[in-house]
RNA sequence: CGGGGCGUAGCGUAGUGGCUAGCGCGCCUGCUUUGGGAGCAGGAGAUCGGGAGUUCGAAUCUCCCCGCCCCGACCA
């Protein structure tokens, strides 16, 4: 293959697109290789559909060495089958739309569980039939409430969803270490750093669930590792390990204070330390001796709302996202003016357990983090104006309706499989994989018969690899000042072959070379563009990121040809005549 | 949906009521140049996001609408 650049469709950009803000946005625009249509809707360019159809590949070549089958299924979609499982409602406003001229509804499928679903039910009928995998790679339609950062995260992109059908969930759970072990190879083979994360299942329902994660510090998904075991997880699934409890004696009987103006963790802190009456005696009070008591309203699907109340030491604020995935599907919002209005017993600032709990008199149901064990001494609280309680004892002097894991997660916390600090970092969800169990086989009515003749409700398994999101996290992560520089697996070539200077010497020994190279299946990106300075043609290789760059000018008077490794930089001069032998040797490594 | 920024040629931008909307890159023609985004000369390319209004006169002021970017909310 040679792409000839005198004729290649593309141009390269001086200067930064004023609407690009990550580097992987910014070069792939740069470089010619996407070019935005509308918001988060991209045209690939030729450069960009190699790299594309490259990432492509190998996410199809490893789903079909494990064995699963590929299908496609239309991106536009009718309604019912959404309709059956409630997707319809509750995808909410991030649903694609549409009617056609009768006015039916139709919609462009986020993700399409509904439709394999209903295809293997069409088609299969017994236990004999599964384990069945079928995937696709297809463009997915989500109208994103903000589209951001180019290709990362657009309203239109392509993902690979493969679905897994098992009688059982010793079968599910081989059918996800399949898929696990074609994504540990299928991010390799992209060249991609990579971390598997435990997850939560979010919105898809199921259990087992773990994501793929690019570290990058434009990723929208944080995460935790330990630093010193294997354990890693994303924010929303961190599990907070409890301390043991402690041994209240000696404790004194709790009692409330006037603490006038302190309706804020910082100002109670203050008050109490400066007050001589309240200070403690072997140290300063600080912010996780108090016990803050935050109040949410939580709206379920089917529209009730409920208050619920959260007990959180007074040194960490809600993760809101970590909140939201406890509830789901619920929804919560913090409790604003007319919902404080409306319940005259809570008083801001000033929340405390007195007064919550579902056999308290407000009757708002009341959830402790974790670390709010029996035997703590807290302050708190006391449910009037100016007014906290001192030495108010978890398990003597309160309990809670349960726990709830929500606190913001930081680094160094411990994690909860070694004990060990946790690191912080942010990655790409490049891939997801999880065992959704018998959600929409149960909607949609997906029964086998077994063995013993009785129909059996299958359980699936939903998996996905963002592919156009792939090459963004690719560029994310691979790329330097000067420009992109693609793993060879997913470059748009395997040299560049830059011709500089004026003679036809240079051009006609580069073509020559172009030639041999592309007849060992070297494939080629030659610059023959006669009348551009060299510094332009150095500068765009440099942008465009192709692995090795090649080039045929000053040098070959004395019989020589350069060869540059984009990534390190190392250039070497190579006699001609070994030319061909050399860079055959770098591709093939 | 809330906060902030912005919309002038393919790209990046200047221009706060007054001549024909300026500049750089890119593009076209000619000559020169050829190892780090070349030089000279000539040229094409703009409904100044859209609409309404104020005014003798609007890219510039007012109102409405549309769109983009960032942060938050939301989101496999």
Redesign the pocket.
């Known amino acids: 293959m040679i792409l000839r650049m005198s004729t290649l469709f593309l141009?390269?950009?001086?200067?930064?697109?004023?609407?690009a803000?990550?580097p992987s946005h910014r070069l792939l625009v740069?470089g010619g290789y996407v070019r935005r249509v509308?918001?988060?809707v991209f045209t690939w360019l030729p450069l960009g559909f190699l790299v594309y159809r490259n990432v492509e590949a190998i996410v199809r070549d490893e789903m079909d060495r494990a064995g699963f089958q590929e299908v496609h299924f239309p991106a536009l979609l009718p309604r019912e089958p959404y309709e059956q499982t409630n997707r319809w409602t509750e995808y909410?406003d991030?649903l694609f739309r549409l009617q056609d001229r009768k006015g039916s509804d139709y919609l462009l499928g986020p993700?399409h569980e509904e439709m394999f679903t209903l295809l293997v039910k069409g088609e299969y009928s017994s236990y004999k039939d599964l384990p069945l995998v079928i995937y696709q790679i297809q463009s997915k339609y989500?109208d994103?409430?903000?589209?951001?950062?180019g290709i990362l995260r657009g309203r239109e992109f392509v993902?690979k969803?493969s679905y897994s059908f098992d009688i059982d969930d010793e079968g599910l759970a081989r059918s996800y270490q399949r898929h696990r072990d074609a994504y540990i190879s299928t991010f390799q083979r992209l060249g991609m750093d990579f971390v598997i994360v435990s997850a939560m299942s979010?919105?898809?329902g199921g259990s087992a669930s773990e994501e793929f994660l690019a570290p990058t510090e434009v990723g929208?998904d944080s995460f935790v590792r330990c630093s010193s075991c294997d354990y890693a997880a994303n924010v929303e699934a961190v599990l907070t390990p409890a301390p043991s409890p402690v041994d209240p004696t000696g404790v004194p009987a709790a009692h409330v204070e006037q603490t006038p103006e302190t309706p804020t963790i910082e100002t109670l802190v203050d008050l109490s330390n400066a007050r001589t009456d309240l200070a403690r005696a072997d140290r300063p009070w600080n912010a996780g001796d108090t016990l803050k008591n935050v109040v949410f309203m939580v709206t379920a699907p089917d529209g009730v709302r409920a208050p619920l109340a959260i007990g959180v030491p007074g040194d960490r604020e809600i993760d809101?996202?970590r909140l939201?995935a406890a509830l789901q599907p619920g929804?919560?919002a913090v409790f604003d003016e007319n919902d404080f209005a409306a319940r005259s017993s809570l008083v801001k600032g000033y929340i405390g357990p007195g007064a919550l709990g579902e056999t308290s008199s407000s009757g708002i149901r009341y959830l402790l983090d974790p670390r709010v064990v029996d035997g703590t001494r807290w302050i708190t609280g006391a449910n009037e104006p100016g007014r906290h309680v001192f030495d108010l004892v978890a398990g003597r002097d309160f309990t809670g309706d349960g726990v709830i894991d929500v606190a913001e997660v930081r680094e160094g916390d411990a994690c909860p499989e070694c004990g060990s600090d946790l690191l912080l970092a942010r990655g790409i969800?490049?891939?997801?994989i999880f065992q959704l169990g018998r959600k929409y086989a149960e909607a949609l009515d997906l029964k086998v018969l077994d063995e013993s003749g009785r129909l059996v409700t299958v359980t699936m398994g939903s998996y996905?690899?963002?592919v156009s999101?792939a090459v963004a996290a690719i560029a994310e992560q691979s790329h330097d000042e000067?420009g992109l520089i693609w793993p060879r697996e997913v470059a748009p070539a395997d040299i560049h072959l830059i011709a500089?200077?004026?003679s036809d010497e240079v051009f006609g020994v580069a073509e020559r070379l172009a030639d041999a190279l592309s007849a060992h299946g070297v494939r080629v990106l030659f610059d023959d563009r006669?009348?551009?300075?060299?510094?332009?043609k150095?500068?765009?290789s440099?942008?465009l990121g192709v692995p090795t760059i090649v080039?045929?000018?000053?040098?070959?008077e004395e019989g020589f040809v350069?060869v540059k490794d984009r990534r390190s930089g190392e250039r070497q001069d190579i006699p001609v005549d070994d030319v061909v032998e050399v860079i055959r040797t770098i591709v093939a490594a």
Do not use: C, Q
Not at 11 to 19: F, G, H, I, S, Y
Not at 551 to 556: M, N, S, T
């Open positions: 141009r390269t950009l001086r200067d930064d697109p004023a609407d803000e990550v740069r509308a918001p988060g909410g991030t993700t989500r994103e409430a903000r589209p951001r950062a993902m969803d979010g919105a898809m929208e809101m996202k939201e929804v919560a969800e490049i891939g997801h996905g690899i963002g999101r000067k500089t200077g004026k006669r009348g551009v300075s060299p510094g332009v150095f500068n765009d440099e942008l080039v045929v000018g000053k040098r070959l350069e």
